[in-house]
Antibody, heavy 118, light 109 residues
């Protein structure tokens, strides 16, 4: 069974960038697409984008176009999500997620809290 | 863009009672609909995918159904561990936009 382990909490100032990692273990890293989802405090789930770990092709949600980059490192089975020009509204828990064979979000990382504050 | 709506926003249910949660898609998504359960401080958990298929390890008291663009999650007899927030999500895959509903909170009556 695959496990996703994310990097630790981050505190950033407005205008800065953050890069979060998500390491996969226990299964083939390149078999399924991987997604990033975020959740602001007390709010719902927001899909950010998807990456094909094999090849690195990406699609981002429209609200993140230009400020988000997702990458993968097949040699270490690790995904990365970089968000630039941070604002207070980007304060949230960020999750990496692996889909199942049907495309549903099956395996979730533990989440990484990002706080943006001056 | 496909918009997902859920009702009610909050559902108050007594343990042992049946809970029925609704989700509507603004356009056809076939059966590409999943339900997730989220408890405070935890990541969401996949319960149902393809509108009615239970994920691995999900108890049989959880069931999903579809009628056109209307989807229903039913919890037949609520257990204490079922009080949580439930989200629906469409995963139509193309175009690759994966939209969540706003959630339904199931709390103790």
């Amino acid at each position: 069974q695959v496990q996703l382990v994310q990097s630790g909490a981050e505190v950033k100032k407005p205008g800065a960038s953050v890069k979060i990692s998500c390491k996969a273990s226990g299964d083939s890293f390149t078999t399924y697409f991987m997604h990033w989802v975020r959740q602001a405090p007390g709010q719902g789930l927001e899909w950010m984008g998807v990456i094909n770990p094999s090849g690195g092709s990406t699609t981002y949600a429209q609200s993140f176009q230009g400020g988000l980059t997702m990458t993968s490192d097949m040699s270490t089975s690790t995904l990365y999500m970089e968000l630039r020009s941070l604002r207070s509204e980007d304060t949230a828990v960020y999750y990496c997620v692996r889909v199942n064979v049907r495309g549903a979000f099956e395996i979730w990382g533990q989440g990484t809290m990002v706080t943006v504050s001056s | 863009e496909i918009v997902m709506t859920q009702s009610p926003a909050t559902l108050s249910v007594s343990p042992g009672e049946r809970a029925t949660l609704s989700c509507r898609a603004s356009e056809s998504i076939s059966s590409n609909l999943a339900w997730y359960q989220q408890k405070p401080g935890q990541a969401p958990r996949l319960l149902i995918y393809d509108a009615s298929t239970r994920a691995t390890g999900v108890p049989a008291r959880f069931s999903g159904s579809r009628s056109g663009t209307e989807f229903t999650l039913t919890i037949s007899s609520l257990q204490s561990e079922d009080f949580a927030v439930y989200y629906c999500q469409q995963y139509k895959n193309w175009p690759p936009i994966f939209t969540f509903g706003p959630g339904t909170k199931v709390d103790i009556k």
